[in-house]
């Protein structure tokens, strides 16, 4: 099968879900990277102490520190990282490198060469100057040593990847007639206007939740005192003062946290209020709760990782933080999803073309 017939016959909307799925998965990966603080396992890149495997003994890490002194990391030449934490970093880079890189310029081949709608073929050609943005930023995390603004800012791209597949993958639907009944969202300019701002809320909670998760010390930022003195409270108070942005960054993610809850909470309360005399709105307010829903169930995870704290250990549940990573995401994207998905639906009602 040549190029021409492969990007003819592979459906554009089954692709852009098998994208979703692995890009799902590379942002896992990179989670459970730093759950075993394996950020700096692979100091070199796109190598890995100088090879293509994942298999490097202490030895073999001692000969190329000994090769590549300017390369130091923060832990400094001399420390040593087991086989495990440097396949965490290596499969995290082949999934999205060997696999995501190649299958998003597929997509956007597929969409030059099936589509004629602006919003699809835009979109693809979006995802792959995002998926190579990813790649420098992959570069730039390596080259920083894993600086929480770099890592933060790989993982919102990585969001915004995302959320621009579901972009064309909505545009392809409604291009082809076949928006699923559940992503066909009446919203009116405020109401959109309202989940833009919860979606961009829910997005800061997440960011400066990645401070907290790579500032070291900082998820000590609050005490490990246990439920009540260090979660839901700071160290015994409400509020404490912020000296370091980074360092207090848990504060600063909490009060975030908060702002967005009560405001997720009167949303879901005012698009619900609307569906008695506007029916068709009934499936924004179905959203904007599972939005509200996961977001609140994912504040109290992020509390349970604070009171999991192990004296014997020092440490917490950091299979936890990996958990409150992701559903912070999910949200996110549901929120988003809907913002996208009753635009499209909006634009589509003046010509009286379903979604």
């Given amino acids: 099968m040549g190029a021409r017939d492969l990007t003819e016959s592979v459906p554009i909307t089954t692709l852009s879900i098998v994208?979703?799925?692995?890009?799902?998965?590379?942002?896992?990966?990179?989670?459970?990277?730093?759950?075993?603080?394996?950020?700096?396992?692979?100091?070199?890149?796109?190598?890995c102490f100088g090879t293509w495997g994942f298999d490097v003994s202490e030895e073999e890490q001692e000969a190329w520190w000994d090769e590549n002194p300017e390369e130091e990391d923060s832990r400094g030449a001399n420390?040593?990282?087991?086989?495990?934490?440097?396949?965490?970093?290596?499969?995290?880079?082949?999934?999205?490198?060997?696999?995501?890189?190649?299958?998003?310029?597929?997509?956007?081949?597929?969409?030059?060469?099936?589509?004629?709608?602006?919003?699809?073929?835009?979109?693809?050609?979006?995802?792959?100057?995002?998926?190579?943005?990813?790649?420098?930023?992959?570069?730039?995390?390596?080259?920083?040593?894993?600086?929480?603004?770099?890592?933060?800012l790989h993982l919102v791209s990585a969001l915004a990847f995302t959320l621009c597949i579901i972009w064309l993958l909505l545009a392809r639907w409604r291009e082809t007639d076949k928006t699923p009944e559940m992503m066909?969202?009446?919203?009116?300019?405020?109401?959109?206007?309202?989940?833009?701002?919860?979606?961009?809320?829910?997005l800061s909670a997440v960011f400066i939740g990645v401070y907290v998760s790579t500032t070291e010390g900082a998820n000590y930022g609050c005490g490990v005192a246990g439920i009540s003195e260090s979660w839901p409270l700071c160290h015994g108070e409400l509020l404490?003062?912020?000296?370091?942005?980074?360092?207090?960054?848990?504060?600063?993610?909490?009060?975030?946290?908060?702002?967005?809850?009560?405001?997720?909470?009167?949303?879901?309360?005012?698009?619900?209020?609307?569906?008695?005399?506007?029916?068709?709105?009934?499936?924004?307010?179905?959203?904007?709760?599972?939005?509200?829903?996961?977001?609140?169930?994912?504040?109290?995870?992020?509390?349970?990782?604070?009171?999991?704290?192990?004296?014997?250990?020092?440490?917490?549940?950091?299979?936890?933080s990996l958990l409150h990573l992701l559903i912070g995401s999910i949200s996110f994207l549901i929120l988003a999803t809907i913002w996208i998905a009753s635009r499209e639906d909006m634009m589509a009602i003046p010509d009286g073309t379903s979604s």
């Avoid at 009446?186 to 809320?201: D, E």
């Avoid at 942005?245 to 997720?264: P, T």
């Fill in 240 to 320: 404490i003062p912020v000296d370091d942005i980074a360092a207090d960054s848990q504060i600063i993610h909490r009060v975030i946290v908060a702002l967005e809850g009560v405001a997720l909470l009167m949303a879901s309360f005012t698009t619900w209020k609307r569906v008695s005399f506007e029916p068709e709105s009934r499936r924004l307010a179905q959203g904007v709760s599972l939005a509200t829903g996961v977001f609140l169930f994912n504040g109290l995870l992020g509390g349970l990782y604070v009171i999991s704290y192990d004296p014997g250990t020092n440490s917490f549940w950091e299979f936890l």
């Fill in 184 to 202: 066909q969202i009446y919203a009116n300019s405020k109401q959109r206007r309202m989940v833009a701002l919860s979606s961009l809320g829910a």
């Fill in 79 to 152: 420390h040593r990282y087991t086989t495990f934490e440097i396949f965490t970093e290596w499969f995290h880079r082949l999934l999205a490198g060997a696999l995501l890189g190649p299958m998003m310029f597929l997509l956007w081949m597929c969409t030059r060469v099936q589509s004629t709608n602006r919003q699809v073929r835009n979109a693809g050609l979006l995802g792959l100057f995002l998926i190579v943005w990813q790649g420098f930023l992959g570069y730039l995390t390596v080259r920083m040593d894993n600086e929480h603004w770099s890592v933060a």
């Fill in 19 to 47: 994208v979703l799925a692995v890009t799902a998965s590379v942002i896992a990966m990179g989670g459970m990277i730093r759950i075993y603080d394996a950020g700096e396992s692979c100091p070199d890149w796109p190598t």
